[in-house]
């Protein structure tokens, strides 16, 4: 009995290891056949035990021989592509790379030519949506969705990212600077995690211009009848437990005793409520009055959702009106909030760009009080200026997302410098921002002996140079080379195409006019001091120190001091 047991696993073995040497075989053949430089690698970028193992078996990996990991591991390793940025691909000495695994090909570029026609050759480069779905927790999304049923969901919402919105964006967003800064008023200016405190600010501007929910920061919110939790509440800790929520399966949440899981299932059916009651006195109200101009998101996903009120084109499952009413406020609140956090940090590092910005600020909105700040004029010249050029250059060196997958469901081809490459069908495609935004033809990068202490791979503090923004067209003096205007597919923090953020313009009013009123009023600082050791420690978390969880963060926020501006 021993021995047949013995034989059958041995023979699952042996025919296990065939069958990845088949598949590697198979691979290498696709690789080749692509044209594209390619790397032999044990493990592939999308496998879920590599994902989960692979931060637990770095320690040993490390220890393995540089010349044998080199040319793979750093583009294997799911949570640190922002940090190793261009570096791999110029040890390689190409901007494409193909990483070959047994279990499957995945194409690296930060390839411009390539960027542009992965991201607009939409019915031949798509979503792998398989790797999405776990964002579908209230109803199917915009997000995990792909072909006519993305679409239907960006028809659905685009009428809502219309010129009303955004003036509602621009005056809720000072609104909501002017709460956040009596909050810190409180605490005498000291603010330790400031990226709490921006993630609130964005959520705030989010739910009143997408539900039309006014959010206060001071004061205490009533728990209404029928429910655990204030709207407040509900809204911020379904975001703390995301993660929980995404990867844990229902039947274990629904039973689990552990206590995280209660909190994530108690926070996920409060939303729910909530979203519920907003959606049917939405629904109600639209029986009877016409939508808003151009319809908000909540009345546009409505409509499409509620089969009286449907249009015959635009026609969605009721399911979907929760599972966008969710993602839309996912897509547009860590992307945002963390952005922000970073620049004001990135100012508290850099207190002479922050007294440029706070001189051209002054020179655009002078004393005036945020009442009389005006969208049409005002935040273009903001978005011009230096408050725009600290956006662009944050976003340039904390690219939120660091990778866009795409993948081919046939074979496809592509141009490179005018020659074609044949791509296997279902081959990963890995768009690498982080790099993009590093590559040296067109981002000179800093010498590693030019470095200031404490900054780390990929030296975001050492190439932080906004002024490279400021275009002497909108009246800037800098020097004509330090202008700069992006080559297409070079800087994608938006990404590109067909499936580009629908919310960068809400995302630029709302950065202008939360900076620029903080920044009229405030100067920002390290709470820690002055001394060369507090900024080598801050710009050793704003590199070394940063994280990627659903987007790239900081593991943990640098201690801050919002001061009073003597004019
Ligand atoms: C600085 C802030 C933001 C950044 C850096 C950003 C970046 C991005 C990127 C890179 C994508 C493409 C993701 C991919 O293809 O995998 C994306 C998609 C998206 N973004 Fe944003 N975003 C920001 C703010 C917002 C805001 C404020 C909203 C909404 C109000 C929003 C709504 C969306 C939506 C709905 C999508 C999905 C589109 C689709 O899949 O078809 N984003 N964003």
Known sequence: MASVITISIFSLIIFF???????????????RASGFKYVVSPVFFQSIPWILLQEALLPILKKVPAERTESWLPLSLFYRIWHFGYEPFEKAGTDTIMIVSPSGNALWTCNPELIIQTCTRYKDFIKPIDMLAMLNIY????????????????????????????????????????????????????????????????????????????????????IPEGHELTYNAAISSVFKYNDTLFMTPKPILNNSP???HK??????????????????????RLRSSKPSDGGSLLENFVMAGTPDLQNDNLIISPAAVLGNMFIFILAGHETSANTMALAITLLACNPTFQKTLQSDIDSIVGSRPPSEWSYLTDYPKLQNGCVGALMNETLRLYSVLPFIPK??????????????????????IL????????????????????????DASPYPLSSFHPERWLSPANGYSTPAADHFDPIPGSYIPFAEGFRSCMGSRFARVEFCAGI????????????????????????????????????????????????????
């Open 17 to 31: 290891v065939y069958s990845q040497y088949r598949a590697l075989q198979r691979n290498i053949t696709a690789a």
């Open 139 to 222: 109803g199917p999304t915009i997000t995990a969705s792909e072909g006519e049923e993305n679409r239907v969901y960006r028809k659905v919402a685009a009428p809502s990212f219309n010129e009303t919105t955004h003036r509602t964006v621009w005056t809720e967003s000072l609104d909501q600077a002017d709460m956040m800064l009596e909050f810190w008023e409180q605490n005498g200016g000291k603010v330790d995690q400031l990226n709490h405190d921006s993630n609130r600010f964005a959520l705030h501007v989010l739910s009143k211009v997408f539900f039309n929910r006014e959010m206060k920061w001071l004061g205490q919110e009533k």
């Open 258 to 260: 552990m206590e995280s």
């Open 263 to 284: 909190k994530a299932k108690q926070s996920f059916l409060e939303f729910q409520k909530y979203m519920v009651e907003m959606r049917d006195e939405t629904a109600s």
């Open 407 to 428: 993948t081919n469901p046939a074979p496809q081809t592509l141009t490179l410098e005018n020659q074609t490459h044949h791509l296997a069908k279902d081959t990963l």
């Open 431 to 454: 768009i690498n921002a982080s790099a993009a935004h590093r590559n040296r033809k067109y981002w000179p990068q800093p010498p590693k002996d030019k470095t200031v202490p404490g």
């Open 516 to 567: 620029a009123r903080v920044f009229q009023e405030y100067s920002v600082e390290l709470a820690g001091g002055k001394s060369d050791e507090d900024f080598r420690k801050a710009r050793e978390m704003l590199s070394s120190g940063m994280g990627f969880e659903m987007g790239l963060k900081m593991k943990e926020a640098v201690p801050l001091r919002f001061v009073k501006r003597v004019k």
